[in-house]
């Protein structure tokens, strides 16, 4: 017994000790322990805020999106081309020295109708978007929405005043004219005119010229060497406009009001629904009479001196001639198209009028004979028609092309055809201005922490953008400092590691390493 019990003991040990091994080497065999890396929260870096540039004169409050391009913005100042692009959510700048589009800017809807303000630093838009009924002030030289104003239904046209404190404002859909307050931005009154309402333009005392910044002729714009007119563009001759006598060919008919010979301003409205224009007294903001014209009017000017109306009446193919001073129509000029605008030449002595397809022409008349001088031929449907300051050139916007026919005035041609953005519908030449071209300086503005309102009302969450200050335009954009993150924003792991047992060997693997701290 005695010698046994030794040999079963160490039997038992033997068995006993390589069960431990075995388990001792299993319970201590490392774990590999996955740890997601430490991801952080996304953080502007200073790259993100455009610096200032020099002559740029940002929004205060207005900080770039992220994303923004960082392409340098240059600005300008001088006489400009602006289109108002009926597609494409934007408006177009050309530079008329050289015939160059140098800017489109995607405004984020189509644009209407632009006006510029005298000192040439604000754009007035008219929002194309349906159901919109809305007017956006845009800062040329930081390319930034500063205000909207809510107008009446289905805004069409808009023109300032001279002096740049009155806007007017054409709403089709509820036959009125909004009257803006451009200071406070903000309509003060609505006038009940004809129906469907279109056309506008104002003269008188601080009215603006129709087309040009200046109602009277100016000093030439700056030489450029005219484009070779292309063989389809030269001017056709036609047979002279037949003239129709109207209203005014006898004495002035009863219920009519002669327009005052001091006072104003006064605004000439086309009523294409009603058929004739509505005038309005500025300082009274009331209409003063209703001047019967033919079907359909769409547009309205004026001469520079201001005695002689010119209503296009796309319904019935013609030009009505009114006598402002006595509120009548004086005759009709037969066309040989449905008319889309109508303008007059600095000095008075022509009016062109573009024509839409299939004529696809201006059509010039000698207003003080009504004869037609001739007709040039340019792009497909033709919506708009201005000259430059001094008349040497007239601008025509082709809606369905999407181009800018360049006319050289002194020999009726073609110079040059400009591709802009979308479909131009409308057109304003500005003597003065000053803009910015390059990368588009898109706003935003901090409501509440982690959310971001765009100026569309549209709520973004999650970006952290601080405002600089409050609203002002013209003031100057101050540089955000480094980016603080707000406590428990930067840097949140995004999963909790989780340990596993290996199937394989015994060689312990690594522990995962967190990413490296992002510093702001």
Request: aromatic share 4%.
């Amino acid at each position: 017994m005695i010698r046994r019990f030794p040999l079963t003991l160490k039997s038992i040990t033997l068995t006993s000790v390589i069960s431990i091994v075995v388990l001792l080497a299993v319970a201590c065999q490392p774990t590999q322990v996955t740890v997601a890396p430490l991801t952080p929260s996304p953080i502007t870096t200073p790259a993100a805020v455009t610096t200032p540039v020099t002559g740029v004169t940002p929004v205060t409050g207005m900080t770039p999106a992220a994303g923004t391009p960082t392409t340098a913005v240059t600005v300008r100042t001088g006489p400009a081309l602006f289109t108002a692009n009926g597609t494409g959510r934007s408006y177009s700048v050309v530079d008329p020295s050289t015939d160059k589009v140098v800017d489109t800017t995607d405004v984020g809807f189509d644009v209407r109708d632009i006006a510029i303000t005298p000192d040439g630093r604000f754009a007035w838009m008219v929002n194309g978007a349906s159901g919109a009924n809305r007017v956006f002030v845009f800062d040329l030289s930081s390319k930034s929405r500063v205000a909207d104003v809510q107008v009446g239904s289905d805004p069409w046209a808009i023109a300032l005043t001279r002096d740049g404190k009155t806007a007017l404002v054409t709403n089709r859909g509820d036959n009125s004219v909004s009257v803006i307050d451009t200071g406070g931005r903000s309509v003060t009154t609505s006038i009940p005119v004809g129906m469907k309402p279109q056309g506008l333009v104002i003269v008188g005392a601080g009215a603006a010229a129709p087309g040009v910044t200046t109602a009277t002729p100016a000093a030439a714009a700056t030489p450029r060497a005219a484009g070779t007119p292309t063989p389809a563009a030269a001017m056709t001759p036609t047979v002279a406009g037949t003239v129709t006598p109207g209203a005014a060919t006898t004495p002035a008919a009863a219920g009519a009001t002669p327009r005052p010979s001091a006072g104003g301003p006064f605004a000439y409205v086309a009523d294409s629904g009603s058929d004739d224009v509505s005038v309005i007294d500025l300082s009274t903001t009331k209409v003063m009479t209703k001047v019967p014209v033919g079907t359909m009017p769409v547009a309205v000017t004026v001469d520079p001196s201001g005695s002689r109306l010119f209503a296009a009446n796309q319904g019935s193919s013609d030009i009505s001639v009114v006598d402002a001073a006595a509120n009548q129509e004086t005759g009709k000029i037969k066309l040989d198209g449905k008319p889309s605008a109508v303008a007059v030449t600095p000095d008075g002595k022509f009016v062109y009028v573009s024509l839409l397809a299939p004529a696809n022409s201006v059509q010039v008349l000698d207003p003080t004979t009504t004869n037609t001088i001739g007709k040039i031929a340019v792009g497909a449907n033709p919506d708009a028609v201005t000259f430059n300051d001094g008349g040497t050139f007239a601008y025509v916007a082709n809606m369905d092309d999407g181009t800018v026919s360049v006319i050289n005035t002194s020999g009726r041609s073609v110079a040059d055809t400009l591709k802009v953005g979308g479909a131009p519908v409308a057109l304003t030449f500005a003597k003065s201005a000053t803009f910015a071209t390059g990368a588009a300086m898109t706003p935003t503005v901090v409501t509440t922490p982690g959310a971001v309102t765009t100026p569309s009302g549209t709520v973004t969450p999650g970006a952290m953008m601080t405002p600089s200050g409050t609203r002002t335009p013209g003031a100057v954009m101050t540089p955000l400092a480094t980016r603080t993150p707000a406590p428990g924003a930067a840097m949140t792991p995004t999963a909790m590691g989780t340990a596993t047992v290996p199937t394989g060997g015994l060689t312990p693997t690594a522990v995962g390493t967190p990413m490296a701290t992002a510093t702001p």
